[in-house]
């Protein structure tokens, strides 16, 4: 009897080389994938080694050591890489990191380029800059993205991306804190958890770290956890539009999500780095939500805006509502992190954003987040019209594809063990099908 998985499946439309126009056009062009018997490779094992290591006297980081494998996107490449070196003809869909393929928008790198050259000049040379971020700049987020909603520049810190600010913000909290996170998340909330000790050691079984609340986020529960059944905990990292679900939550959960926190005395670290996909009318900000000042940090990043996953520049809204237990401002500490630990975003792609936020640079980036969505209304479309159940993509460029697959007899495909779901970051729609239907080798890495 054949072994079924339930599986679910996000798909990224802003992620891959093979959605991007440069290399296989999902609009245009069909492509399909001879399957190639290449026979059993052989393995060659290492010959022992005589030689003794030195070691240090220094003892591992015993949080490192809790981390299982690799950082989820990294160990993806990792067994993409191997799997090309050993058929290096085969296709791969590449199951990896979310990343960009368009081009920046012309007016953005010219004001790039614009300050790259003057800093060949006297006039035009800088040094470190304010470690929060160009004034201009942190006025400029905060009149574009918190217009009426009382987030002032100087609860704007700008950094390197959205990924650094919550490992920054993790420093911030320290390792007694206890924290919340939706079940799926993107990855390095938890990671970063673990690094800092917060949590327990990984339990094998439930796939699983010890002294996490995971939020489950189903379709049956529309993607939003049942906060009666959720633990206290003293940070809750929530992100809408989620990846990897595309699921964006609505003003009335929001709403119930900041009445909790505040019910419970914990702080959300609220991640909207995909709010600009959004086509519904839900919350773009965690302080769009009354009261969310008190209780909300908001991360967010240029990065699947503008093609700026590179060129590295994000920010982050500590509002200077938002209190420890003692009455101390946390913006204060944030700012102590931020000072000691990072020097500030580099001034090049700070002259970027500024040009992101421009009226031509807002209208380019528009139009390089519609490409996207129009690649996600594809995969939809396509999907649904195999007759999946698909869920996310309408306010996200994540598409959430529930499916059966048939597992045995996928000749190569390396498979999950368990029901479970794939982070398919790629796809043109013919591989992406093929692949579904096992029939393209494909290697990937489980997120749980
Ligand atoms: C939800 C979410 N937050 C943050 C990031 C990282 O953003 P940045 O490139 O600004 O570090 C990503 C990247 O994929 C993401 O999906």
Redesign the pocket.
């Known amino acids: 009897m054949a072994l079924m998985h339930h599986l679910s499946t996000s798909i990224s439309s802003s992620s891959s080389a093979f959605l991007g126009q440069n290399a296989f056009n999902s609009r245009t062009q069909k492509v399909s994938v001879p399957v190639k018997n290449r026979g059993i490779p052989r393995c060659v094992a290492t010959p022992p080694t005589e030689k003794t290591v030195y070691k240090t006297k220094v003892s591992r980081n015993e949080n490192m050591a809790k981390l299982q494998a690799g950082y989820l996107f990294p160990e993806v490449a990792r067994r993409r890489a191997a799997h090309l070196l050993k058929y290096p003809d085969a296709q791969v869909i590449s199951l990896g990191?979310?990343?960009t393929t368009e081009p920046i928008p012309e007016v953005i790198t010219a004001a790039m380029e614009k300050r790259s050259h003057a800093l060949s000049t006297l006039e035009g040379y800088s040094g470190y800059g304010a470690e929060q971020g160009e004034k201009q700049l942190r006025a400029a987020i905060a009149s574009t993205f918190y217009r009426d909603l009382g987030i002032a520049e100087d609860d704007i810190f700008v950094?390197?991306?959205?990924?650094?600010?919550?490992s920054r913000l993790q420093v911030l909290f320290g390792s007694r804190v206890t924290m919340a996170v939706q079940d799926p998340?993107?990855p390095?909330y938890v990671d970063s958890s673990v690094i800092m000790g917060q949590t327990g050691q990984f339990q094998k079984d439930e796939e699983k770290y010890g002294k996490i609340e995971y939020m489950k986020c189903t379709p049956e529960n529309g993607f939003f956890p049942d906060l009666s059944t959720v633990a206290r905990t003293d940070v809750i990292f929530f992100?809408s539009p989620?990846?990897?679900t595309g699921a964006a939550a609505t003003r009335e959960q929001l709403t119930r999500l900041v009445q909790f926190a505040k019910d419970n005395g914990s702080i959300i670290v609220y991640?909207s780095?995909?709010a600009l996909y959004m086509s519904d009318d839900n919350p773009r900000s965690i302080f769009e939500i009354p009261g969310a000042k008190e209780i909300a940090i908001e991360?967010?990043?240029?990065?699947?805006y503008a093609g700026?996953?590179g060129v590295?520049?994000?920010w982050t809204v500590v509002p200077k509502e938002l209190l420890f237990s003692d009455g101390f401002p946390i913006a204060k500490d944030f700012n102590r992190i931020v000072c000691t630990c990072f020097n500030g975003a580099s001034n090049i792609p700070q002259a970027g954003g500024l040009a992101c936020l421009s009226p031509e640079g807002l209208k380019a980036m528009y139009g390089v987040i519609d490409f996207y969505k129009e690649n996600t209304n594809i995969i939809m479309d396509t999907f649904t019209s195999l007759g999946f159940n698909v869920y996310g993509g309408k306010n996200a460029p994540y598409v959430w594809v529930h499916f059966l697959v048939e597992a045995r007899g996928m000749c190569s495909v390396r498979f999950l063990r368990r029901p479970t779901w794939l982070l398919l970051l790629a796809a043109v729609l013919d591989l992406a099908v093929k692949v579904l239907l096992g029939l393209v080798p494909l290697v990937t890495g489980a997120m749980s």
């Not at 950094?159 to 919550?166: H, L, N, R, V």
């Not at 991360?299 to 699947?304: L, R």
Request: proline fraction near 3%.
């Open positions: 990191i979310g990343d950094s390197d991306g959205a990924k650094c600010d919550i998340s993107y390095a992100c989620n990846n990897p991640d780095a995909y991360t967010s990043s240029f990065s699947k700026f996953t590295r520049l994000g």
